[in-house]
């Protein structure tokens, strides 16, 4: 066990739809960070929080939303999917908002959208 | 912008044997840092060592050691002694870099490497 926690591990839904992907950082950590692990784009960062506010944007869609909230966990969520969107989900954590001391990841969530 | 490069899709080597997993960066900051991960078929990421832009000594980490090579902008692998269970994708990944300088905090990550160990 990481210290990071993903729920749920395994989703699968239908294009069109909507889901809500949470995170809850390792304990003492502030700052998290959403990334979307496809087979043709690779790793790729979505968004990053830090005790609560939106510190950093990759390449998230304008279909996807994120917040932070006070207790620290976090939820993507994931609107209008389509099948392209089907994907490993990681979501990471650090004690500071520039990962200094190293970044502790989930076990991920992964979404198939049919 | 900043990059990371892993020329190498997939690579096999047998048991016991000493493997290198290529990195070269791309980075125009004097301060940076370097990551690899392990990630097996279970799909989780499996932090193995890290490399500061600064740090005099090449990192080390049990079987895993960073070939550090900062004027050829290269990071690279070493896995002595490969296992069976060694055998899983390995990324090469550098913080990025904010607007401003400095670590923006996420990481930019290579296409990686998948890496098969024979018996």
């Known amino acids: 066990d990481s210290g990071v926690t993903q729920t749920p591990k395994h989703l699968i839904t239908a294009t069109g739809q909507r889901v809500t992907l949470r995170c809850s950082p390792r304990?003492?950590?502030?700052?998290v960070y959403w990334y979307q692990q496809s087979l043709d784009q690779g790793l790729q960062f979505l968004i990053q929080?830090?005790?609560?506010?939106?510190?950093a944007k990759g390449n998230i869609l304008e279909r996807f939303s994120a917040q932070q909230f006070p207790d620290l966990h976090s939820e993507l969520n994931l609107s209008s999917l389509e099948l392209g969107d089907s994907a490993l989900y990681f979501c990471?954590?650090?004690?500071?908002?520039?990962?200094?001391?190293?970044?502790?990841f989930g076990s991920g969530t992964r979404l198939t959208v049919v | 912008a900043q990059k990371i490069t892993q020329t190498q899709p997939g690579m096999f080597v047998q048991e016991k044997e000493a493997v290198t997993l290529d990195c070269t960066y791309d980075?125009?900051?004097?301060?940076?840092?370097l990551f690899w991960y392990k990630q097996p078929s279970s799909g989780e990421m499996i932090f193995l060592i890290y490399?500061?832009?600064?740090?005099?000594q090449n990192a080390t980490e049990g079987r895993y050691s960073l070939n550090f090579q900062k004027a050829r902008k290269s990071a690279n692998l070493v896995i002595s002694a490969s296992q069976l269970g060694d055998s899983a994708m390995y990324f090469c990944?550098?913080?990025?870099?904010?607007?401003?300088?400095?670590?923006?905090?996420?990481?930019?990550f290579g296409k990686g490497t998948k890496l098969s160990v024979k018996p």
């Open positions: 929080y830090y005790n609560g506010e939106e510190r």
């Open positions: 990944a550098m913080r990025e870099t904010g607007l401003r300088g400095g670590s923006q905090g996420n990481l930019i």
């Open positions: 990471a954590s650090s004690v500071d908002p520039g990962g200094t001391y190293g970044y502790t």
């Open positions: 304990s003492g950590d502030l700052s």
């Open positions: 980075t125009s900051d004097q301060s940076y840092g």
């Open positions: 490399q500061g832009s600064y740090d005099e």
